[in-house]
């Protein structure tokens, strides 16, 4: 029982904290690091001193196979494609450079809060296939499920740390969803066309960016301080890098994936069992 | 035959489930349980305990849905840890009430293997059930969820089920659902469920297997909730944007209804053969004669006897119908199945089937992507006392004599079987029977057409009257099924109709000028009675006019309720030949006769005793 407190103890401090970050004011001065307990203070950055990260995501080895996509049966979303398209599990660029990467600050901003983005972030149904195949989103922040297709889509998501959704889409139309927990990365499929999938990443903070087809990646604005960045991709699964930004400075990031990584397991949010840490036990009552 | 349905997964004989009487009440059933039950009534049961005995089977302890059993299960029991549940009142990707929780632990979930708990445990240990269901997750933890408002169902008919069927089309459920409801649509063959397991698009020509309830009612709050953990998405969002109407929602739930039969079908045990006296035996699949032919229910269940067993059947059923000419007997067999086999679409499907339900049997099948298979049973010789073979095909002693038909190959052929896996094809010479097939919108109609007297000897003599027995095996090549891995019947009885006799053509004349003239005389003696009563004189001889009176009303009543005896006997004769019409038509004249008979009698009795 005494566990059990405590395991709803923590989960009060969470929503608390929440609360807290939605209503209070901000300091405007620098995070508070170290005072974890305290509210964050939103809207903590002042331009004048903060730093970038930026950086490349690479690849090297052989580049998997990725089978072409046969959309055959809708030929409004194939007349959309030049070319034949193909699934988008791997997509690599020129000069070795890693696609669909998701990257973000993973630790450092513990102690500061940001307001919720007042524009959607938009993941567009086009021609059978999402655009962008990996999305990042604050938390709280409207994600505009777009159909542009005019055809049945279905948006199933399935996160594991937030609760999921399937909205079904017959038609041209927006649909809004947010997530209220951070959570790398929620699942997103449509089960009408088997081949269409994408990834969001939810973080409670403005700092996340998705690799282009060069690899270039940049984390613009960020307070001074020490920080993990951590990169996921779908297939190869997650690196992550420790940085200092300095007042004006540009840290630099390197994830160079491998073929190696392929197959390894890719995290996909976190155990949510707060009842049952150890996965699936039962409570002991 | 008790044993098979019993042990059939699909809860098939709950054929009340959706009774309107039977919702009201457990509406109120349910409304008082949730008022009355006192919380601390609820406290005294172990929910855990109760769970560990009755769910743990199939749920697992942990709640994972990865109990022992649950490798022979297809859907796989709910993994409560992921608090995603199927049956709400809540929008996509909320949480269920407690009230949808219990409505699901109380009625089961149709279709799958999670049987209703309602007569088997307490209320309140169902209540502790829900209780405990909710520990499997953080996320029953937050604010109990709101149900959403579903407003009215709006009133069916005719309008309704055709704006339905355009609404149908126009948010294209036909994608997963097909265009006749069959589970055929092109993206079928590619769906998952949340845990990576494949997943049907159900048919919607079997309410009575609808997950969430086949109802006007629950159709509607699927297609605003979703069924969570599912490809079956809200359609919430399309009323809220404008896209549609909520009444145009209501309407669709209307038109999915109409797909169904107004009733869950009903398992008769004896199948009639019509005889067509002036009509040829069909010879295609598409004759006219098929849409009048009556309709016959036989439910299939997997084959979990012999090894390798098989726990996910497609086929959950086949229609029979059958007529003979005197000569020839035809029978037509039709059952849902999306795919005509093997189907390169679908392999993959199969084979995941094949993978999740990960057989230990020897011999299990490894693929899928073989052809679809029906097999009709019979015995291979008629016993005296109707002693019937093995039902799965036979044995050694009593062998049973099998017409089989596969979608790769043409036509049909005759077998003799001493059990599953054994049939051996009779040669050529001793084959006799024919088969036509057709695939279209997600159901197979296969033809049987055979000689009901072949000349042979050792063949089975089909002979008009007589009760056959007739079993079904059905073998979907592209969800993974061979062999012994398939679906079957247990069996059933063949009646061939008889020709109607001559008497059932003359009688009702002969009937209807004999009530006409026992009617006059019945009026005549009153009148004639009546007429002397007035004479002074004549008291001694209206006495006796009484009684005469008396005698023939008497008589005439007993003759009536004779003749009525007698059209109850036309009646059935013309039932269980078949003739459905002179069935109805004599029961007509026969409760009109014994009306007339009984009125006779008593009116009789009145009219002489106020007499004296």
Same mark, same amino acid.
């Given at each position: ?285 | ?304 006897? @012999? ?7 497609? @086929? ?178 063949? @009646? ?31 009148? @004639? ?84």
């Amino acid at each position: 029982m005494i566990e059990r407190f405590s395991e709803l103890r923590n989960t009060a401090l969470l929503v608390s904290v929440f609360v807290i970050a939605g209503c209070g004011g901000g300091d405007g001065g620098g995070g508070d690091a170290g005072a974890a307990d305290a509210a964050p203070a939103e809207s903590p950055v002042d331009a004048a001193t903060a730093g970038n990260v930026a950086g490349m995501v690479t690849f090297s080895g052989t580049a998997p196979m990725m089978a072409e996509i046969n959309m055959g049966s809708e030929a409004t979303c194939a007349a959309k494609h030049s070319t034949t398209p193909t699934e988008e599990g791997f997509v690599g660029g020129e000069n070795g450079g890693l696609a669909n990467v998701f990257v973000y600050v993973k630790e450092g901003l513990e102690s500061l809060s940001f307001p919720t983005p007042t524009s959607a972030a938009v993941l567009n149904q086009d021609g059978c296939v999402y655009r962008p195949h990996v999305l990042g989103a604050q938390v709280g922040q409207d994600i505009t499920l777009r159909n542009s297709d005019g055809l049945l889509h279905n948006i199933n998501a399935s996160p594991t740390e937030n609760r999921g959704f399937n909205v079904s889409q017959p038609v041209n139309m927006d649909t809004n969803r947010s997530f209220p927990v951070a959570e790398v990365m929620v699942p997103v499929r449509c089960d009408v066309h088997g081949w269409m999938n994408s990834y969001i990443g939810v973080v409670d903070h403005p700092y996340f960016a998705v690799s282009g087809s060069d690899g270039s990646v940049s984390l613009d604005g960020l307070p001074p301080g020490d920080y993990v960045i951590e990169a996921w991709h779908e297939q190869l699964g997650t690196m992550t890098s420790n940085v200092t930004v300095t007042t004006g400075g540009t840290a630099e990031i390197s994830f160079e994936f491998t073929e190696a990584m392929a197959g390894s397991p890719v995290p996909m949010g976190e155990p949510i069992d707060l009842l049952h840490p150890d996965g699936h036990q039962a409570v002991d009552h | 035959m008790s044993v098979l349905q019993s042990s059939s997964p699909n809860g098939l004989s709950k054929k009340l489930r959706f009774s309107p009487q039977r919702v009201v009440l457990r509406a109120l059933l349910l409304g008082a349980s949730l008022l009355v039950v006192p919380g601390d009534l609820i406290a005294q049961v172990d929910g855990q305990a109760v769970y560990d005995q009755w769910c743990a089977g199939c749920h697992g302890e942990d709640g994972a849905g990865a109990g022992p059993a649950a490798n022979t299960m297809l859907p796989r029991p709910r993994d409560f840890t992921l608090a995603l549940y199927q049956v709400r009142t809540t929008s996509s990707g909320e949480l269920p009430t407690d009230a949808d929780i219990l409505k699901v632990i109380n009625e089961g979930m149709p279709g799958t293997a999670m049987p209703g708990w309602e007569e088997v445990l307490t209320e309140a240990e169902r209540l502790a059930l829900v209780d405990y269901l909710k520990t499997f997750s953080r996320f029953f933890q937050g604010d109990p969820p709101t149900p959403l408002d579903f407003g009215r169902a709006t009133s069916g008919g005719e309008d309704a089920i055709a704006r339905g069927e355009e609404v149908y089309q126009s948010v294209e459920c036909w994608r997963c659902h097909g265009q006749q409801g069959r589970g055929d649509g092109e993206s079928a063959p590619t769906l998952n469920d949340d845990a990576g397991f494949p997943i049907f698009a159900a048919d919607l020509t079997e309410n009575w297997r609808f997950n969430g309830g086949g109802e006007v009612e629950e159709i509607y709050r699927v297609l605003r909730t979703g069924l969570d953990g599912t490809p079956m998405a809200t359609f919430s969002d399309i009323v809220d944007a404008g896209v549609i109407t909520n009444e145009d929602l209501w309407s669709l739930a209307h038109y999915v209804r109409s797909l169904s039969p107004e009733e869950e079908p009903s398992v008769e045990e004896v199948v009639t053969a019509q005889l067509l006296t002036d009509t040829p035996l069909p010879q295609t699949v598409e004759d006219v004669i098929w849409e009048e032919a009556e309709r016959f229910y036989v439910p299939l269940a997997g084959q979990i006897v @012999v090894q390798p067993r098989w726990f996910n059947p497609r @086929v959950d059923a086949v229609w029979v119908q059958a007529v003979h000419d005197g000569r020839e007997l035809a029978l037509l067999v039709s059952w849902g199945d999306p795919s005509e086999s093997p189907d390169t679409l679908w392999t993959d499907f199969g084979g995941q089937v094949v993978t999740t339900m990960g057989s230990e049997d020897e011999g299990a099948a490894t693929g899928s992507g073989t052809a679809d298979q029906l097999v009709v049973q019979f015995p291979q010789q008629l016993s005296e006392g109707q002693e019937r073979p093995y039902f799965l095909q036979g044995d050694t002693r009593r062998p049973a004599y099998t017409w089989t038909w596969q979608s790769d190959i043409a036509g049909a052929f005759e077998s003799i079987a001493r059990g599953m896996g054994t049939a051996a094809r009779q040669p050529d010479s001793e084959q006799h029977v024919r088969a036509t097939a057709q695939h279209a919108d997600g159901q197979w109609k296969v033809l049987f057409v055979r000689p009901l007297d072949t000349g042979g000897e050792e063949d089975l003599a089909l002979t008009a009257g007589q009760a056959v027995p007739m079993a079904f095996q059905a073998w979907d090549g592209d969800n993974g099924e061979s062999g012994s891995q398939g679906a079957v019947s247990t069996w059933y009885f063949l @009646v061939l109709g008889q020709p109607t006799p001559v008497a059932v053509y003359v009688a009702p004349p002969i009937a209807l000028a004999l009530t006409l003239l026992f009617g006059l005389l019945v009026v005549r003696q009153a009148q @004639v009675g009546s007429g002397m009563w007035r004479e002074p004189d004549a008291a001694a001889r209206a006495k006796r006019a009484v009684k005469r009176t008396q005698l023939a009303g008497m008589a005439v009543g007993v003759i009536w309720l004779g003749m009525a005896f007698g059209s109850y006997q036309n009646s059935r004769t013309g039932w269980e030949a078949g003739h459905a019409d002179l069935g109805f038509w004599w029961a007509i004249i026969g409760g009109l006769l014994a009306i007339a008979g009984l009125g006779a009698l008593i009116g009789t009795w009145i009219h002489t005793r106020t007499s004296k």
